[in-house]
């Protein structure tokens, strides 16, 4: 998946152009509404409407681009509504056509700031853009089974399929970070750099062992987080411990149908489909982590907005080691 990172505002009120924000967002064109924010200034916002001058906006939003500041009293989300309405205006297409889409390669566009996040200067633009859907994700995958981060966690052995992956690389780390035994698996070429994420053991998964999902050292696993497709049940099961879970990042509607049974039998084995439902404390966690320098984005390659239509076909070849990037 693709990500970004723009200017916007800092804090829940926008104030001004240049302070550097991370939104949160699901980063391409078929995925949801628009996200990213910033109140442009009044020459960038005119041009951003295509308009020489403000009149024909919106009231509000004209308002607070000639006055280069939210009116008084008037909200961040109520400014970003407002904006929404400008840019689906007819004849106020200009850059924003994406937007219409509900995409995320334009240059403005609305989210909600309540599912924003301040970045900080030690990450970078590239290096925060994948971590809104990959890292959440990542996350995400590991609370749904209850694994917090919070210090409370029990320590597990933790599989980590794809783990070369956007998602799978942030997987590995976290799980690192909470002193778990993670074993992952990727493809050859990606073998030392999954170790040096920090997973104790890692398998090819184009081998015997690795399609198998074998621990080397004869683990059973405690959490699964499955980030590769269709590995069936059969395989999954034997190498969980008694009360072993799966978690799905690419369920399909079997998968999804294999855990709603699972659910009705005695099994304590289980799996469990994850579809992201982000929120602003598990970006703000993640962000935190990189800043710190203990979460890092391995970056595959980055493609100009030009060439977008390039970096979303390298995506869904499934060969990325890390995160594809668009530059702004
Ligand atoms: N649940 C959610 O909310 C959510 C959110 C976003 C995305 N997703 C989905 O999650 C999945 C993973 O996304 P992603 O962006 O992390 O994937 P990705 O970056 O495309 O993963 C590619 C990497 O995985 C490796 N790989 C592929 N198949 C593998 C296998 N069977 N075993 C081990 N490694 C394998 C590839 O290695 P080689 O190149 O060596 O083959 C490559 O390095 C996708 O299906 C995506 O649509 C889910």
Redesign the pocket.
């Known amino acids: ?1 693709l990500g970004q990172v723009s200017n916007c505002s800092d804090g829940d009120l926008p104030r001004d152009t240049a302070s550097p924000c991370l939104m949160n967002h699901h980063p391409t064109t078929s995925h949801g509404p628009p996200f990213t924010y910033r109140l442009p200034a009044a020459d960038d916002f005119r041009r951003f409407l295509g308009v020489a001058s403000t009149d024909k906006a919106p009231p509000i939003a004209a308002a607070a681009a000639t006055w280069g500041r939210l009116p008084p009293l008037f909200s961040a989300a109520a400014m970003a509504t407002e904006l929404m309405r400008a840019v689906q205006y007819d004849g106020y297409g200009g850059g924003a056509a994406a937007l219409k889409n509900g995409g995320g390669l334009a240059e403005y566009a609305v989210g909600d700031v309540k599912l924003s996040a301040h970045r900080p200067p030690e990450v970078s633009a590239a290096e925060g853009a994948g971590i809104p ?2 890292g959440l ?1 990542a996350l ?1 995958g590991f609370n749904s089974v209850g694994i917090k981060f919070d210090g409370t966690d029990k320590l597990a052995n933790i599989l980590i ?8 690389h942030y997987a590995v780390q976290l799980a690192k970070l909470a002193g778990f035994h993670v074993t992952a ?3 050859a ?2 073998l030392e750099l999954v170790k040096s994420l920090g997973a104790e053991e890692v398998l090819d ?1 184009k081998t015997p062992e690795g399609a198998g999902l074998k621990s080397p050292s004869g683990r059973k696993y405690d959490v699964v987080i499955n ?3 269709g ?1 069936p049940w059969s395989v999954l099961k034997p190498n969980l411990s008694s009360r072993g879970k799966v978690v799905d ?2 369920p399909t509607a079997w998968d999804a149908m294999t855990a709603a049974v699972l659910k009705t039998t005695f099994s304590k084995k289980r799996r469990f489909p ?3 439902a982000p929120n602003q404390k598990n970006l703000e966690f993640m962000v935190g982590l990189a800043q710190e320098g203990k979460l890092r984005t391995v970056v595959d390659s980055r493609f100009p907005l030009d060439k977008a239509e390039d970096a979303f076909s390298k ?1 869904m070849e ?4 890390g995160k594809i990037i668009v530059e702004m």
């Open positions: 998946m859907t990959a994700t995400y399929t794809a783990a070369s992956g956007g998602i799978g698996t990727c493809g070429r990606n998964y980030c590769a497709k590995i990042i690419a994850a579809i992201l995506i499934g060969h990325a080691t």
